[in-house]
């Protein structure tokens, strides 16, 4: 007989869960906000820092302390700096630096009822000049060592011109190094522009016709055949030029822009003066310095093309001389892009490179420090090509841009002349003398040349590279003004101007 099996044991009893002690919230957050605070504290102290810029010495590349609103006549939004003293009377009369609305007595621009914006903020790296020397044409911010006791020791933000050793003149508005003219390459160009002329804005009623030139003709390098080139045409429309030449291979049709003031009483063509929107309106404008440095930018886009000779060009003039970019339109293979100067023909030439039928490309064509550079969609075409020196260029030129199409149809878009900064007299060292600067010295000047106290006019005009505190890369936080409507009341705002956040070359 079997003994029966003992009964099994009972299951055990599952052990009681574990209970999990959860920090309280309040503890949670304040451990995060002490490693955030550290964090940053250690960032700021080591490697990076914000600083806020309160004047316009910079200006238009860092604005300062200022009001805005758009030009009555083309609405193109203007900056006018925050003056020391009397504000009602300096935003009371205002000028458009795109049409120039304001500079007649027969016409009123103010600001004196919009609202006071701050001035932009940079994030500046405070390691890089312990890593390698500053460099000639880049930002930097430093101790101010003028002894006057409400500057000394402010940061200041300026940029930089001479370099340890170096013999510096200002001449002609350019800056001149040992005796040779300072050029600024693209990248460094591009952060030194002044708006001229942009085509987006066009004044009310009347358009942009009265400030371009138009002409048609037939390239004499080709035999005539096919239609007969053009007359004359209407080449501005809306806010795009079109430059019709394709109805023959040697077709050719060319448009010419003249710096009209638009007012009618002063309706007639005069040089590019500088001077700057931010500053509020010229006192004399006809006194003015002649500007002569330009830069065009545009888009192109060939939308026919009747031969494979075909081409669009651009011409830029300083007074002394003109010197054009010409594209091929076509095929890449047979392509070439060129600098021509007038008179002596090409400077350089570079192969493979065309404008495509139905393809748009952003043109960049400047002729500054008598030094043109080419460049398509942001990169640069073949090398620049540099001029002689020219100390003294004549006054009296107020086209200083033309482009042209040659047996196709080009239109032009977005297209904006800007001017390079135009380094004034004010000040002793470096105008009125030359300066030669010392070991670890570096001269620095405002971009808004009118309006700046910088080496020209310190006592010691050398900045030591002891007061160096950095290198600002970031514009992090421009302002503009904004409007909302809350319970049937509109109000008015700072907000963040997210189309001027940018790095700094």
Known sequence: MDTPSPPAPPPAAPAPPKLVRHAPTARVLLLVLFVFTSLFLIVRTLALEPFGVPTGSMAPSLIGHHRAGPCPRCAYPVRVGRPTSGANEHY????????????????????????????????????????????????????????????????????LIGLPGETIRVTDGDVYVNNEIARKGLAELRETLVPVFDMTYPPKGTGWAARWVASAGADPRLPAAGAKPP???????????????????????????????LDEEQNAEQPVRVWNAYDGRPINYRALPVARDFVLTCVVEVTATTTDEASFACRLMDGADAVSAEISVGPKGTGRAQLVHEGNGGLTST?????????????????????AALALDGKQIGPH?????????????????????????????????????????????????????????????????????????????????????????????????????????????????????????
């Open 231 to 261: 007359a004359a045409p209407d080449v501005v429309q809306g806010t795009e030029i079109v430059l019709d030449a394709g109805d023959a291979p040697q077709a050719v049709v060319g448009a010419t822009y003249r710096h009209l003031l």
């Open 351 to 371: 192969a493979g490179v065309s404008l495509q039928p139905g393809r748009a490309v952003r043109v960049e064509f400047a002729f500054a420090d008598r030094r």
């Open 92 to 159: 009371a009369r205002v000028v458009c630096p795109n049409c120039e609305y304001g500079t007649h007595e027969t016409h009123r621009f103010s600001l004196a009822d919009a609202r006071d914006l701050s001035g932009d903020r940079l994030l500046v790296d405070k390691n890089v000049y312990s890593l390698r020397a500053p460099r000639r044409w880049e930002m930097v911010v430093f101790r101010c060592p003028d002894p006057d006791p409400k500057e000394f020791g402010k940061p200041y933000v300026k940029r």
């Open 385 to 505: 090509a540099d001029l002689p020196q020219v100390i003294r260029r004549p006054d009296q030129f107020a086209r200083p841009l033309q482009l042209g199409a040659r047996g196709c149809r080009v239109v032009v878009r977005e297209l904006r002349l800007l001017r390079d900064t135009h380094y004034t007299h004010y000040g002793t060292h470096g105008t009125r003398q030359p300066v030669t600067l010392g070991p670890r010295e570096y001269y620095v000047l405002g971009d808004n040349s009118g309006n700046s106290q910088d080496s020209r006019k310190w006592p010691t005009p050398g900045v030591p590279e002891a007061d160096f505190i950095g290198k600002p890369f970031l514009i992090h936080q421009p302002l503009r003004s904004g409007r909302v409507t809350v319970g049937g009341r509109e109000r008015e705002f700072q907000w963040l101007d997210w189309g001027r956040v940018r790095w700094l070359h």
